[in-house]
């Protein structure tokens, strides 16, 4: 078993930065990929980032350029840098472990589909305009 537990959530107005962070614990050899998820109330949930050991990264294309996600392997943590914040981010962030990968390029990466067989309860992101 993976034990995930999210941190850092907030509220914070518009353009303003939050840093989530996801500490794992267990069977740590499973968090190979990490990831975070959204899901704001009403609208399904969402892949974010996702990031594996070696440090190769995925974005969905609504946060290139505004956030980064960074893990600390020695501290089996990931992290989620998020700048410029819109209303629209909106939602609560979950992070995930497990997943799996695609090729691409030469590389594996891992996928921000809902392909993760560990999850985090979440920490909620509220953007104000």
């Known amino acids: 078993q993976v034990r995930l537990v999210e941190s850092g959530g907030g509220s914070v107005q518009s353009g303003g930065s939050l840093r989530l962070s996801c500490a794992a614990s267990g069977y740590t050899y499973k968090t190979y990929c990490m990831a975070w998820f959204r899901q704001a109330p009403g609208k399904e949930r969402e892949g974010v980032a996702a990031?594996?050991?070696?440090?190769?990264?995925t974005y969905a294309d609504f946060v290139k350029g505004r956030f980064t996600i960074s893990q600390d392997n020695a501290k089996n943590t990931s992290y989620l840098q998020m700048n410029s914040l819109k209303p629209e981010d909106t939602a609560m962030y979950s992070c995930?472990?497990?997943?799996?990968?695609?090729?691409?390029?030469?590389?594996?990466?891992?996928?921000?589909?809902?392909?993760?067989?560990?999850w985090g309860q979440g920490t909620q992101v509220t953007v104000s305009s």
């Open positions: 995930a472990a497990d997943g799996t990968r695609y090729y691409k390029g030469g590389y594996w990466y891992c996928v921000i589909e809902d392909e993760y067989n560990y």
């Open positions: 990031i594996d050991s070696d440090g190769r990264t």
